[in-house]
């Protein structure tokens, strides 16, 4: 878990800083369109980024703007893989 949420964390900061039109862009942060089959609703890659970043405490932030900010989002991204590594040693 730990590897994919600072993978996560890394690829958001690249997606933040592309352009709307980009391909990867609006597939990674658009709403899938269409019916599918009953049940709860699919999480996004967005989702998901908001869920890290919530546990982390910073939930109330929006994370595109979060990541277009490159030094920031790369100190968050630092700060979490910190935490990250004392929980998994067991280091307070």
Request: charged share 30%.
């Amino acid at each position: 878990m730990c590897f994919a949420l600072t993978r996560r964390m890394r690829c958001a900061g690249h997606v933040a800083h592309m352009v709307e039109r980009r391909d990867v862009y609006r597939v990674l942060v658009g709403k899938p369109e269409g019916r599918r089959p009953l049940g709860r609703p699919r999480r996004r890659w967005e989702d998901n980024i908001k869920m890290d970043l919530q546990e982390m405490g910073c939930g109330g932030m929006v994370w595109i703007e979060l990541g277009e900010d490159m030094d920031g989002w790369r100190a968050l991204v630092t700060a979490v893989m910190n935490i990250l590594f004392h929980k998994m040693r067991g280091i307070s």
